[in-house]
Structures are given as structure tokens and as C-alpha cells.
């Protein structure tokens, strides 16, 4: 009793599954209406189900034998039979019911009623012209041939029919390059192309080299895979594989997929190119090097001259010993890393690379010219996984945080400020593992850790990104409200990013938390103070005029929008997109009284203007 309780309890009611519409359509079926007489028995056990690719020719006759339609040629049709999707292609009732009752290789005859082919209420298919859907009909189906198959288009015009499995997961993409095994048929078996002796037919993904439909397909398949790619008219595009195609209705494309290189476009723009030349051990990108790992790689550095001049080979220039180093130190160029970071044990790649990712930002070897592309040869020996901090002791895990904070600080100093910025995160975020065990760890780790953060917003702020070097210096404040070098560094993020207000406060803070910082909070206020000064005179100049005219005067302003150009009072008049200044004789710029709105077009061009006004003493100003 007790297990059959347990059971009760533990049983979930599945959810009902959706109807869809063909199970909808099929309840419309009334005994008699749809009649099957089988004609030629098929080969097989199965039957077609939802999301087969069916293959089949129809005759459509009346009850006297006169043939309305055909596939057939020698009943008038095109001699190509017909191919739908079951579940996915639209079809009239009678076929959807009985195709799926039918055996490969058999011919049956199927009596419908109106409601059973085009007369049916709403029928999905559009009935052909002078067609007699008011009349009980025979449809004679021959069905060739059914397997599953992949759907490519939604609207069905590229099917694919996988015939051998390939070999993992890696398919093609632009711009990848491939080779491969490819025949073409028309739609009633024609040859009209072949290309399966000598050489695999080569291009590359991306560059309309294959008809359009062809390509799609072949998107989804894997190294060694065989495959049919069935592809409708409207996605046969000329291309030099096949260059005509009027008067094609649907081509069967034969595929091998023999091979293909791995091209990748790493900025997007054509201009970082990374070209695999022979493949590495392992799966990508599972078995790529991690940020922080040591990689040990041979290269050659060629200049991208009609010489191809060798500049460098560790194994000529290196007495030929590979080239060490740490991924994400800065210790190579950003394009040279960048692309061994996608680099499997073992593999070897070709890498073109632009001045600005390899030698015009990097230490330049003598025989290389400013702005001269490059290409390097890269072969990836190894590398070795960043330290695992797990079972390490505190002291032991300090000393790892500690050289990479080292190392973040010469990046730093450098100009790397992504790159320092991502070994000081590193460490915070493997702090997040760490518990300290006594005071004097828990205040080592804190002030470890507050350093790191400083440092981020130091590196935020270089980069100009002053709110995230605000958001770095509060994690320092909510743990430590009273440390005076995260009120200097908050304050100076304030005053890059116009709120002096602010950085007056942080400033002035730092006094009172601690005396010995007093000179530099000095300094930072009457840096604070020139910088307010400065942009008071500039807000003078600018706005020069705007306050002096009578009521109901209007005084025209120039101001330079972010894209450098002039906004006056006429080209706002013209310019749909700026905001108007409204007028409002009961509003004022004054903060606590939402002052803003009036001046809303005027603030979004300039962020701190509501403080300069203020300190012009213009913050009480009646909007004319």
C-alpha cells in the first residue's frame, strides 16, 4: 500500500500536447468520404510520418477515367514528382490522411471527396485553374520514396537528406573553405553537372561561388558526410559551379564533403584572418588555450610583400627553440594572440594580420617598416592550463594574487589598461573562493582586495569609462566608508565625468578621515576648482547673449552637437529629432523644483550644464 501511495504522489500529469492545424483538419473526416484501394504493394515495414521528406507521383482522374492533372509525362505533366514535408508542407486533406497508410514503392488509388481534396472549407492549397473540386475524384499516388529529413529553409525550398553520417560537429561558414564531391540532377533524374573525378571541387563559403540553396545545405553538414540537398528555383543562384539555370524547377545536388579549412574573419572587417592549414588534436573551442595559460608556440613572420620576406623564425632565429609566453600578459601582438587563442595542440595557421594588430602597438623588429602588414605561421606545440588555486594555503594563495597583480601593474604602466583590468578582475574573482581563517588573514585578504578594486577603477578611468571607476571605488567604500585613497579616486572618476559637486565632497571627505592625505586632497581641489573655472568660461562664451534680451526676445544660441555640427535656432526649427525649449513662465532651472525638463534639449548636449549654471548664478532664470 505504501509503495503504490508513493507512487500516486509522485506522478505528474504531463501537459497536453498543442493541437495543430492538420489535427484540426482531420477531424473534419466523415466515414466515406476518403477510400483507398491498393493498386501495387510496396517494400517495407514502415510507413512515412511527420517530418519525412515524401517523394510521389499523382494522377488525378474522374470517376469515368478522364485525367484532370499529373506529374506524369505521359499523362501531359512535367514527369517530376512531387515533394513535400509531412507535418510542415501544405496539402490536401486526403493526401495528408493516406500518404502515411502507404508503403515505399507502392501505388494505391485513393477515392476523395470535394471535402477531401481542394473543395475542402478553407483548403490550405489553392485548387488549379478550371479544376472540378466540387466533384468526387480519383487520385492515383505512386509513392517513391520517404526519409527523414533536415528542414534548412523554413519555407522549404532547401531540404536535405543525409545518406553517409560525417565525422564531429564543426560544419562550414563563411568564410570558411571547402572541398567536396558534388553532382547535380534535375528534378526527374537529368544529369546536368557532375564534378566527382580528379580534384574535389574547392571555394569558399561566403563568396557566391555555389548556388545559394547548395551552400545553405551544405552549412549544415560535417567532414565526410554524404548527402542529397534538394533546392527549389528560388534559391538557385548562377554561380561558377552552375553558371546556367533557367528553365530549372528544382535541382538535386549529390554532396561529399570532402574537407574544409577553417577561416576566420577575427574582426569582422576582412582584415585579421586566421587560415587553418592542418588540423590540432582535441575539440574545439573546449580544448583552446585559457586566458592566463602558457603557451609554447613556433611561428614565421613574413611581410606581405611580393618577396614574402621572412623576418623572423623561431626556428632559424631561435636556435630552434619555440617562443614562451603567457596569454594575456601583453607579451606579443594583440593579433598574434588573439588567433592562438583558437589554436588546437598540434595545429598550424596561417594569420594575416593589419599594422594595428601587430607590429604599429608592439615592439617592432628592425626589418619590419612602420605600417606594414604582416603574416605569421603559426604552429601551436602546447600550452599549460593557469595554476589551479584549489588546496593552496592562504599565504600560498596571496603569492599567486600577488604576481598577478605584478604583472597587472606593468601592463598598467604600459597603456594595456584592458589587459591589466583583466588580471586584476582574475584575481577578484577567484577571491570570491577564498576564506580567511584568522584577523590578521581577514585583514590582509580585505586590503588585498580593496587594492584590486582601486586598481580596476584606476584602469576605468583611463579608459574613459568613469561610472564603472565610480561603481569600482564603492565596492571599496561599502566595505571601508572611511578609505581616503577610494574617496581620491571616486572623487577625480566625478570630476572627469563633470559632477563636481560630488568630488568636492569626496574630496573634502578625505581630509577628515584622514590628515596625512590632506595635501593631495588640496591639490585635488584647486584642480577641481581650475577645471570649474574653465568650463564656466567656456559656458560664458558659448552662451553668451542667451539671457540678455528684453521679454519676449529671443535670443538665438549656437551650440555644437555630438556630432560636431552647429544647432541654432533655426536649423532646431528644421531638425525634427532636437527637443524644443518650451516656454513656461512658472518654471525655473532649479534642481529641487524639476528645473530640468525646461531645459532638457540643453542638458542632454552638455551634461554638467545645470551646475555651471548654477554657478553663473543663472539658476533661477524664468524660461522666456
Same mark, same amino acid.
Given at each position: 500500500?505504501?509503495?503504490?501511495?508513493?507512487?500516486?504522489?509522485?506522478?505528474?500529469?504531463?501537459?497536453?500536447?498543442?493541437?495543430?492545424?492538420?489535427?484540426?483538419?482531420r477531424?473534419?473526416?466523415?466515414?466515406?468520404?476518403?477510400?483507398?484501394?491498393?493498386?501495387?504493394?510496396?517494400?517495407?515495414?514502415?510507413?512515412?510520418?511527420?517530418?519525412?521528406?515524401?517523394?510521389?507521383h499523382?494522377?488525378?482522374?474522374?470517376?469515368?477515367?478522364?485525367?484532370?492533372?499529373?506529374?506524369?509525362?505521359?499523362?501531359?505533366?512535367?514527369?517530376?514528382?512531387i515533394?513535400?514535408?509531412?507535418?510542415?508542407?501544405?496539402?490536401?486533406?486526403?493526401?495528408?490522411?493516406?500518404?502515411?497508410?502507404?508503403?515505399?514503392?507502392?501505388?494505391?488509388?485513393?477515392?476523395?471527396?470535394?471535402?477531401?481534396?481542394?473543395?475542402?472549407?478553407?483548403?490550405?492549397?489553392?485548387?488549379?485553374?478550371?479544376?472540378?473540386?466540387?466533384?468526387?475524384?480519383?487520385?492515383?499516388?505512386?509513392?517513391?520514396?520517404?526519409?527523414?529529413?533536415?528542414?534548412?529553409s523554413?519555407?522549404?525550398?532547401?531540404?536535405?537528406?543525409?545518406?553517409?553520417?560525417?565525422?564531429?560537429?564543426?560544419?562550414?561558414r563563411?568564410?570558411?573553405?571547402?572541398?567536396?564531391?558534388?553532382s547535380?540532377?534535375?528534378?526527374?533524374?537529368?544529369?546536368?553537372?557532375?564534378?566527382?573525378?580528379?580534384?574535389?571541387?574547392?571555394?569558399?563559403?561566403?563568396?557566391?561561388?555555389?548556388?545559394?540553396?547548395?551552400?545553405?545545405?551544405?552549412?549544415?553538414?560535417?567532414?565526410?558526410?554524404k548527402?542529397?540537398?534538394?533546392?527549389?528555383?528560388?534559391? +538557385?543562384?548562377?554561380?561558377?559551379? +552552375?553558371?546556367?539555370?533557367?528553365?530549372?524547377?528544382?535541382?538535386?545536388?549529390?554532396?561529399? +564533403?570532402?574537407?574544409?579549412?577553417?577561416?576566420?574573419?577575427? +574582426?569582422?572587417?576582412?582584415?585579421l584572418?586566421?587560415?587553418?592549414?592542418?588540423?590540432?588534436?582535441?575539440?574545439?573551442?573546449?580544448?583552446?588555450?585559457?586566458?592566463?595559460?602558457?603557451?609554447?608556440?613556433?611561428?614565421?613572420?613574413?611581410?606581405?610583400?611580393?618577396?614574402?620576406?621572412?623576418?623572423?623564425?623561431?626556428?632559424?632565429?631561435?636556435?630552434?627553440?619555440?617562443?614562451?609566453?603567457?596569454?594575456?600578459?601583453?607579451?606579443?601582438?594583440?593579433?598574434?594572440?588573439?588567433?592562438?587563442?583558437?589554436?588546437?595542440?598540434?595545429?598550424?595557421a596561417l594569420?594575416?594580420?593589419?599594422?594595428?594588430?601587430?607590429?604599429?602597438?608592439?615592439?617592432?623588429?628592425?626589418?619590419?617598416?612602420?605600417?606594414?602588414?604582416?603574416?605569421?605561421e603559426?604552429?601551436?606545440?602546447?600550452?599549460?592550463?593557469?595554476?589551479?588555486?584549489?588546496?593552496?594555503?592562504?599565504?600560498?594563495?596571496?603569492?599567486?594574487?600577488?604576481?598577478?597583480?605584478?604583472?597587472?601593474?606593468?601592463?598598467?604602466?604600459?597603456?594595456?589598461?584592458?589587459?591589466?583590468k583583466?588580471?586584476?578582475?582574475?584575481?577578484?574573482?577567484?577571491?570570491?573562493?577564498?576564506?580567511?581563517?584568522?584577523?590578521?588573514?581577514?585583514?590582509?585578504?580585505?586590503?588585498?582586495?580593496?587594492?584590486?578594486?582601486?586598481?580596476?577603477?584606476?584602469?576605468?578611468?583611463?579608459?574613459?569609462?568613469?561610472?564603472?571607476?565610480?561603481?569600482?571605488?564603492?565596492?571599496?567604500?561599502?566595505?571601508?566608508?572611511?578609505?581616503?585613497?577610494?574617496?581620491?579616486?571616486?572623487?577625480?572618476?566625478?570630476?572627469?565625468?563633470?559632477?563636481?559637486?560630488?568630488?568636492?565632497?569626496?574630496?573634502?571627505?578625505?581630509?577628515?578621515?584622514?590628515?596625512?592625505s590632506?595635501?593631495?586632497? #588640496?591639490?585635488?581641489?584647486?584642480?577641481?576648482?581650475?577645471?570649474?573655472?574653465?568650463?564656466?568660461?567656456?559656458?560664458?562664451?558659448?552662451?553668451?547673449?542667451?539671457?540678455?534680451?528684453?521679454?519676449?526676445?529671443?535670443?538665438?544660441?549656437?551650440?555644437?552637437?555630438?556630432?560636431?555640427?552647429?544647432?541654432?535656432?533655426?536649423?532646431?526649427?528644421?531638425?525634427?529629432?532636437?527637443?524644443?525649449?518650451?516656454?513656461?513662465?512658472?518654471?525655473?532651472?532649479?534642481?529641487?523644483?524639476?528645473?530640468?525638463?525646461?531645459?532638457?534639449?540643453?542638458?542632454?548636449?552638455?551634461?554638467?550644464g545645470?551646475?555651471?549654471f548654477?554657478?553663473?548664478?543663472?539658476?533661477?532664470? #524664468?524660461?522666456?
Amino acid at each position: 500500500m505504501a509503495s503504490e501511495e508513493d507512487t500516486e504522489q509522485s506522478y505528474v500529469p504531463q501537459k497536453k500536447k498543442s493541437e495543430s492545424e492538420d489535427d484540426k483538419r482531420r477531424k473534419k473526416i466523415v466515414p466515406g468520404s476518403l477510400m483507398k484501394a491498393l493498386m501495387r504493394p510496396g517494400g517495407g515495414e514502415s510507413n512515412p510520418s511527420d517530418g519525412d521528406q515524401i517523394i510521389y507521383h499523382c494522377t488525378v482522374r474522374t470517376l469515368d477515367g478522364v485525367v484532370v492533372e499529373s506529374t506524369r509525362s505521359e499523362h501531359g505533366g512535367k514527369g517530376i514528382p512531387i515533394r513535400n514535408v509531412l507535418g510542415k508542407s501544405k496539402m490536401i486533406l486526403g493526401l495528408l490522411e493516406g500518404i502515411p497508410t502507404m508503403l515505399k514503392g507502392e501505388v494505391a488509388m485513393f477515392k476523395m471527396m470535394p471535402q477531401m481534396h481542394y473543395g475542402e472549407e478553407d483548403c490550405p492549397v489553392p485548387a488549379p485553374s478550371s479544376f472540378p473540386k466540387e466533384d468526387d475524384l480519383h487520385f492515383e499516388i505512386e509513392l517513391i520514396d520517404f526519409s527523414k529529413a533536415k528542414v534548412v529553409s523554413d519555407d522549404l525550398g532547401v531540404l536535405k537528406k543525409v545518406i553517409d553520417e560525417g565525422q564531429g560537429w564543426e560544419s562550414p561558414r563563411e568564410p570558411y573553405e571547402v572541398k567536396a564531391w558534388i553532382s547535380a540532377k534535375t528534378g526527374d533524374g537529368k544529369l546536368i553537372m557532375s564534378h566527382t573525378e580528379g580534384e574535389p571541387y574547392f571555394f569558399t563559403f561566403g563568396k557566391c561561388e555555389v548556388p545559394k540553396g547548395l551552400e545553405m545545405g551544405i552549412g549544415t553538414m560535417t567532414r565526410k558526410e554524404k548527402a542529397v540537398v534538394y533546392v527549389t528555383n528560388q534559391y +538557385l543562384t548562377p554561380s561558377p559551379l +552552375l553558371p546556367m539555370i533557367e528553365g530549372y524547377e528544382e535541382v538535386h545536388f549529390e554532396v561529399e +564533403l570532402v574537407h574544409f579549412i577553417q577561416v576566420r574573419d577575427m +574582426l569582422g572587417d576582412g582584415r585579421l584572418i586566421k587560415r587553418r592549414l592542418h588540423d590540432g588534436k582535441g575539440d574545439f573551442p573546449m580544448d583552446c588555450p585559457l586566458h592566463d595559460s602558457l603557451l609554447r608556440v613556433h611561428y614565421k613572420g613574413m611581410l606581405l610583400n611580393e618577396e614574402k620576406t621572412v623576418f623572423y623564425d623561431t626556428r632559424v632565429d631561435n636556435q630552434g627553440e619555440p617562443l614562451e609566453f603567457s596569454s594575456g600578459e601583453g607579451m606579443v601582438p594583440e593579433g598574434f594572440e588573439m588567433c592562438v587563442r583558437l589554436m588546437l595542440p598540434g595545429e598550424i595557421a596561417l594569420v594575416t594580420c593589419p599594422p594595428d594588430y601587430a607590429y604599429d602597438r608592439f615592439s617592432r623588429p628592425p626589418s619590419v617598416p612602420e605600417g606594414a602588414h604582416v603574416q605569421w605561421e603559426i604552429e601551436l606545440l602546447g600550452f599549460e592550463m593557469p595554476k589551479d588555486w584549489t588546496g593552496l594555503n592562504f599565504q600560498e594563495i596571496m603569492d599567486e594574487a600577488e604576481k598577478i597583480r605584478v604583472t597587472g601593474n606593468r601592463l598598467f604602466k604600459s597603456g594595456k589598461f584592458e589587459l591589466a583590468k583583466a588580471k586584476y578582475e582574475k584575481v577578484l574573482r577567484e577571491f570570491n573562493h577564498v576564506n580567511p581563517q584568522t584577523d590578521e588573514e581577514g585583514k590582509v585578504f580585505l586590503d588585498t582586495r580593496n587594492s584590486l578594486h582601486l586598481n580596476v577603477a584606476a584602469c576605468f578611468l583611463k579608459m574613459g569609462e568613469c561610472r564603472k571607476s565610480i561603481d569600482a571605488c564603492n565596492k571599496v567604500l561599502d566595505a571601508t566608508p572611511v578609505h581616503a585613497k577610494a574617496l581620491y579616486r571616486r572623487g577625480m572618476a566625478y570630476m572627469a565625468a563633470g559632477d563636481f559637486e560630488e568630488a568636492r565632497s569626496d574630496f573634502q571627505m578625505m581630509i577628515k578621515v584622514d590628515k596625512s592625505s590632506e595635501p593631495d586632497a #588640496t591639490a585635488a581641489l584647486a584642480k577641481l576648482k581650475k577645471q570649474e573655472q574653465e568650463v564656466e568660461r567656456k559656458a560664458r562664451k558659448q552662451f553668451k547673449g542667451l539671457f540678455d534680451k528684453k521679454p519676449g526676445e529671443i535670443a538665438e544660441v549656437q551650440v555644437e552637437d555630438r556630432a560636431g555640427r552647429e544647432i541654432t535656432g533655426e536649423n532646431q526649427k528644421n531638425d525634427l529629432s532636437a527637443p524644443l525649449l518650451e516656454r513656461d513662465d512658472s518654471q525655473h532651472f532649479n534642481e529641487a523644483d524639476g528645473g530640468q525638463y525646461g531645459m532638457g534639449w540643453f542638458y542632454s548636449l552638455w551634461p554638467p550644464g545645470r551646475r555651471t549654471f548654477s554657478a553663473l548664478g543663472l539658476d533661477r532664470c #524664468t524660461i522666456l
